[in-house]
């Protein structure tokens, strides 16, 4: 067993390399015009450059489109677009035979409708002997070959993703890796199947994102060796006294609280079996108490920029700071915690009264945690929390220095995991090999490359436009709609991926929607956050915290879980319409 789990965090290293690698290729990053046409000298001849952008119907630029520029039926240029959609095409011709000349602009693009721009000599503008001319063109986008195989693709993704049937990671690199090699055999001889270039593709993967989530993982992994959170669930059930319904909202605000500045799943994975025991030493299902925790962690997680991977995902597209999603999302957050403690008394209230009278001598039960649970390495804990303090400090002031958090984040973990492998209070291999969770960083680059192919293909466009017309162009129900769909979404598909596919068309929305501002990524981040507590697949502390409770022993139904967690995902997600409406956080 051991062999068998060396030997797949060898492979995902070794993966997760080559990857990097390739990111750091100059070729990848696209964002100029590209040439495969070299300009041949005519002695005495006049140079002709025809330059400009090609668009979609959002206005939105089309990378890697085909140009070819013919003069009088001969091609003499061919040209690709860089990322930002711009080209570039430069030829020379005979001296005075501008004067005669008649071009033809050739665009091509899969899943987009070839267009021909017909040109005369006398439509360019001259300096000297060399001639100008600047041609934005637009391309109707059609359901070809390209759009109908990668959506059928992603939609098997996240079948397998959904329902468990493959692990993740290995659905999204089967979907990326066949798209890729599908554009580069079938799509080589017939071009309407070419779905998008490797360059494309690498260039989709957010590295923002990537380096945050380990940066996080490295930090979280040395102050696990200090014994502090376990250490915290004691001081909770001390402060609670005895009663247990008191505990369970504490440990609900300190879970809270570190899943806003820690991702959600590292803090389940690290209270969960904590809570497993003190649940089991006081005779209460292990279950009524996680639930609760989960629950609160996707709320907790829905207030900053790092405390939910969609939240770290909307964060890195649109730009939006730590202290954006402070102000807008932090109250909206602290009332539904406040609803989900009635809502816990409500539930699972009577468990709790009878566990409670099942603890015979409180103050020995307090004393046994005492002795089980304490700080067993202070100087590590020390250096950790002076350097989570400044890693946080980035965090809230990463807008001011024009920084992005995964520097913030790649900056405290690699002191810190200096500071442990120098005072040998770490053990740099264990670290690696099982507290970097490798195949969590592996899905979100491979996820980035399929969304990245839908996205070139047009199914996100065309999601958008469907959401539009729905909407007819009004803030509300197009908050609405963004607001109860990803909730909706969320609480059947993990969000992670969820939140990929509405990165771009939330981005379009926004931009043809007069007064939405930043209001519909706030729409789209409580959505997909708090849509997440609905199932128990549908976010990924849900899946970690039931699949560690599983393994004690203590299973839940899909059915069961979402008997008592869908009912709150409806009423926080009404709580955040009516706020939204009322506030409108920008």
């Not at 989530?213 to 014994?227: A, E, F, P, Q, S």
Request: net charge negative; hydrophobic share 55%; with cysteine.
């Amino acid at each position: 067993m051991r062999t068998q789990k060396s030997l797949l965090v060898g492979t995902v290293t070794i993966a997760l390399s080559f990857v990097l690698a390739f990111f750091a290729i100059p070729a990848f990053a696209g964002h100029g015009a590209k040439g495969a046409h070299e300009m041949v000298h005519i002695e005495g001849g006049e140079y002709v450059t025809i330059a400009g952008s090609i668009l979609d119907s959002h206005d939105e630029p089309i990378a890697e489109a085909m140009i070819e520029v013919r003069l009088n039926g001969h091609a003499v240029a061919h040209v690709e677009t860089g990322r930002n959609g711009h080209y570039m095409a430069e030829f020379m011709v005979e001296k005075d035979a501008m004067e005669t000349a008649s071009f033809e602009m050739e665009v091509r693009k899969a899943s987009f409708k070839t267009e021909i721009k017909d040109f005369e000599g006398a439509d360019f503008a001259k300096k000297g002997d060399h001639y100008y001319l600047i041609e934005k063109i637009s391309l109707d986008r059609v359901l070809g070959p390209a759009f109908w195989i990668s959506t059928i693709v992603f939609i098997c993704a996240y079948v397998l993703i959904a329902f468990e049937l493959l692990h993740r990671t290995i659905a999204a690199m089967l979907g990326a890796a066949f798209m890729l090699v599908l554009s580069y055999t079938i799509g080589t001889i017939n071009p309407e199947y070419r779905i998008f270039s490797f360059e494309f593709a690498i260039h989709s993967i957010d590295m923002n994102v990537v380096f945050l989530l380990m940066g996080m993982m490295i930090i979280v992994g040395v102050l696990k060796n200090t014994g502090v959170f376990q250490w915290c669930a004691y001081i909770s059930y001390k402060l609670a006294k005895g009663k247990v319904f008191v505990l369970t909202i504490l440990l609900m605000i300190f879970t809270a609280v570190s899943s806003a500045f820690l991702d959600n799943v590292t803090t389940m994975l690290l209270l969960t079996g904590v809570a497993i025991e003190i649940a089991l030493s006081c005779n209460l299902n292990p279950l009524h108490l996680l639930i609760p925790l989960v629950l609160a962690s996707n709320v907790g997680g829905t207030s900053t920029l790092i405390g939910d991977p969609p939240n770290i995902m909307i964060g890195s597209y649109c730009g939006l700071t730590f202290m954006d999603f402070v102000i807008a999302l932090a109250a909206l957050c602290t009332l539904s915690m406040i609803v989900l403690f009635v809502y816990t008394k409500l539930v699972w209230g009577k468990d709790y009264a009878r566990a409670q009278a099942s603890v015979a001598n409180v103050e020995e039960f307090t004393a046994e945690l005492k002795e089980k649970y304490k700080i067993y390495d202070p100087t590590l804990l020390t250096y950790g929390l002076i350097i989570l303090g400044f890693t946080v400090f980035l965090f809230l002031s990463h807008g001011y220095w024009h920084m992005e958090v995964s520097i913030a984040a790649l900056t405290g973990a690699s002191v810190l995991f200096t500071v442990g492998i120098l005072t040998k209070k770490v053990d740099m291999i264990h670290l690696i090999e099982k507290d970097i969770e490798w195949p969590t960083l592996m899905f979100f680059i491979f996820l980035f490359m399929l969304v990245g192919a839908v996205e070139a293909a047009g199914l996100l466009a065309l999601v958008a436009d469907w959401i539009l017309d729905l909407s007819k162009g009004e803030f509300l129900m197009a908050m609405t709609l963004i607001l109860w769909v990803a909730a909706i979404m969320s609480a059947f598909v993990d969000n992670i991926p969820f939140t990929a596919t509405m990165l771009p068309i939330v981005a379009y929305l926004t931009k043809v929607i007069p007064g939405s501002e930043n209001t519909l990524w706030w729409a789209l981040a409580v959505g997909a956050c708090f849509g997440g507590n609905g199932t128990i697949i549908g976010a990924s502390a849900n899946v970690v915290t039931m699949g560690i409770a599983e393994s004690r022993g203590f299973k839940i139904s899909f059915i069961g879980f979402m008997k008592t967690a869908f009912p709150y995902m409806i009423i926080s997600i009404l709580i955040a319409q009516v706020w939204i409406m009322i506030f409108r956080p920008t």
